[in-house]
Structures are given as C-alpha cells and as structure tokens.
C-alpha cells in the first residue's frame, strides 16, 4: 500500500489491529457500529447466515451477543436477543407471535400499566383485540381461553405491583390446547426464583434494567425464546423496528448478572423479614408478600418458585388509604429513594397510582386493587435494621406532619435527611 498523507493517517492509524493472542477476562465493549473484513464474499456469507459473524451492529454486535448468550442460559432458552427497553422486548415478543388484525390477545387482567397501555394503543390500532382475565383463577382463565380462542396469553410471574404468582405451568396447558402462544415477564423473579419457560412458556421477557442490570446505570430488555423455529421472527422485529441495545448497556447488564444470584439471596432474605415487621406495624392495614399467601396459593408459589425465596418486592397499604396519606409517606423516607422502578441495589418505594399504573383511570386502579393508600417496596441491600427504621419514622413522621406537629418531614436518627426522587 502506498505511503498515506497524515491527514489519512489521523483516520485509520491504530485501527482494525489483531485480535490479542489471549481472551479478554471480561468481555469487552465492542463499540463499533460496523464491522470489516478482507474480502466482501465474507460478508455476504455472515448476511446470507451461511457463517457466524458481526456486519453491522443493528444485526447483532459481539458484546450484545454475550448478554444475550448468558440469559439464554439463565432461563434454559434457544435463543435470546435484548433489546433497549423492557418494552421494547414486550413488542417485540408480540411482533414475533405474528398478530394480524382480529387477533385476540387474552392478557392477566394487573398487568403493569405500560404493558397493558402498549396492548390498548399500538396493537389496538391494528385491530387486535385485547381481553383481560384473573391469570389465578385457573377455570375462569380456561373458560375465557376457549370462548374468545386468544393468539396469545400474556402475564407476569409475579404481578407488578399486586405480586400474584402465576401457575405458569397451568397456564401453558390452556395456552397449548387452544394453540395460543405464551409470553411471560419474568422480570420481578428473575431466573434465580423461576425459569418460565421450564414450566412450557414460548416467550420469556425481562425489563433488563430491574434486577439483571440491579445498579440503576444502564436501560434494556431482553426475550429468552424456548424454541429454534421462533428464532427469525423475533430477530426480524428486533432488526426492522430497530430497538436494539447498545453495547455499552450490554456491558454493564451482563456484568450486573454475575452478582444476580448474591443479590437476590441478600433481597429476598430482607425482603421476608421486613414484611414479617411491617405487619405490626399499625399505621399499615396490609401486607401484600407471597410468603403470607393463603393455602391454595402457597401450592402455586411452590411449584412455580421452589425453595429460593419468595421475592424482593413487598407492597403495602396504609390504613388512612389515600393519596395524601402516601404522599406524607413518601415524602418522610431518608434512606429509601422515591425511585420509579425495581430491582436495584438500594431500596426504592413509589406510589403505584401515580408511578406504573398512572395511566389508568382510578375506576380501572380501584377495580384491580390499587388503591390511593397503595405503596410498593423495591427491598434493596441495605443493612435491615436501616430499612426497617426509615419506614417505621417515615410512617410516624408522616402522621406527626399531617397533624400539625412539624411543618417538614423529619430526619431519621440514623440518617440525615435526603432530597432523592
């Protein structure tokens, strides 16, 4: 090759060197959108699908590919392919169900209010139906399957922000005689409580940014498919609507997947000992945690979860059950962040009638179950004792401020007051 000029020199100097003689430890973030190779054959080989490779990173990139990899794993799947969101993986995992107008989406009747949202607005638009039923109520969920004959039935593992679990086994059975495909968000249970797709779902979905990710850094989603055959439909919704994950997030996922097991046992653990404390607590008229399910539905939480745990998430509602009771709640926390989402390190509480299920009407909120006085605890890592105390002063402080006694919520003893929200 001929001798370059430096301005040349300033573009393509270091370069497409050698790969090192040694594998990286860590996998690296591969930062390139495109990829090159000596000769074009060989790329038209990677597009044709003929040899494995990297052309351009909206196809597939080889750090995304690692995360993907690993989930695949995780949850026992074929495949995985992650995407930029968690509800860009719910779509996507829609898109690949092949819907078409008149198809009828039978969808657990608490889903996260975004999920339901997207089923109303995008594929309402295309003239698919979606109808909702109790996913616990295993003969009424049959007798809807049979009559409206759904494409697909959608649920969540443990709802968001009611933590009812799904018999997922039971619900594949229904999906299976009616020919209907099953998608299942997994994200509050994580594969270290439940693998959904052992129990004969077709789709496993994760809001990545929750509990793999667990440090609040990074933003992703992710479909774990159990068969081969579902493959090409899922990469095309991926590749042609383009929602991909970038790199930089893949990087920061799968390194927070390596902790998943540590953390999990650490959240669920403090998670079942601050419930248990929290029912004393007089200020609270309930304590939603599967550990404190009734008989019947204990069998369900068994069979779906094992031994692992009964999860991370506690929800509560306060016995003046009002918005302005929440808020004097939320308002108090010191240590617990007021964080619109799950699953990270720290403990996050929101108010769900404002926060995931905003937009529904309060006619559709009341019916479900969440009312006003509603409040959902994301337990995190911290010390117990800490938690616990910083709900316990955020509770009295709230009642004393309400009353008169302060003007402005009060520091705990153990911690200086916080503005985080």
Request: charged residues 20%.
């Amino acid at each position: 090759m001929a001798e370059t000029s430096l301005s040349t020199k300033f573009v393509h100097a270091g370069e497409r060197l050698s790969a090192p003689a040694g594998v990286p430890a860590a996998t690296p973030i591969y930062a390139s959108s495109s990829f090159v190779y000596e000769r074009v054959e060989d790329i038209d080989r990677i597009v044709e699908g003929e040899t494995s490779g990297f052309v351009y990173s909206r196809y597939g990139n080889p750090t995304v590919a690692a995360f993907e990899s690993a989930m695949a794993e995780l949850e026992g799947g074929s495949f995985a392919y992650a995407f930029g969101s968690g509800m860009a993986a719910i779509h996507a995992s829609l898109l690949a169900c092949e819907l078409s107008p008149g198809s009828v989406i039978l969808a657990s009747k608490d889903l996260y209010g975004s999920t339901f949202e997207l089923l109303q607005t995008v594929f309402g638009t295309f003239d698919v139906k979606t109808l909702t039923e109790d996913f616990n109520n295993i003969a009424a969920l049959r007798a809807k399957a049979y009559e409206v004959r759904p494409s697909v039935m959608l649920c969540e593992t443990l709802s968001n922000p009611l933590l009812k679990v799904c018999d997922i086994a039971e619900i594949a059975e229904i999906a299976q005689e009616i020919s209907a495909r099953l998608i299942v968000d997994n994200t509050f249970a994580t594969p270290y409580l439940c693998r959904p797709l052992q129990h004969g779902a077709d789709f496993v979905v994760h809001s990545a940014t929750k509990y793999l990710g667990g440090h609040a850094d990074a933003t992703g989603g992710i479909v774990i498919g159990k068969e081969e055959f579902d493959k090409p439909a899922l990469l095309g919704a991926l590749t042609l609507a383009g929602g991909v994950l970038s790199p930089w997030e893949a990087h920061s996922l799968l390194r927070g997947i390596k902790t998943l097991g540590l953390r999990m046992e650490r959240q669920c653990g403090n998670a079942e000992r601050l419930a248990t404390r929290l029912r004393s607590l007089p200020q609270i008229s309930e304590v939603i945690y599967p550990k404190f399910f009734n008989s019947d539905q204990k069998g369900t939480l068994a069979s779906t979860f094992g031994e692992q745990g009964f999860g991370a998430i506690i929800t509560i509602r306060l016995l003046d059950d009002t918005r302005e009771a929440a808020y004097g709640f939320l308002n108090s926390l010191n240590l617990c962040t007021r964080a619109a989402s799950v699953g990270d390190l720290f403990t996050g509480i929101v108010h769900p009638a404002t926060a995931t299920h905003r937009e529904l009407s309060p006619r559709k909120r009341e019916e479900i179950g969440i009312t006003e006085g509603l409040i959902r605890i994301s337990v995190g890592i911290e010390d117990i004792e800490d938690i616990y105390a910083d709900i316990e002063q955020a509770l009295n402080t709230s009642i004393c401020c309400r009353s008169g006694k302060f003007s402005s919520p009060v520091a705990s003893p153990h911690f200086p007051a916080m503005n985080v929200f």
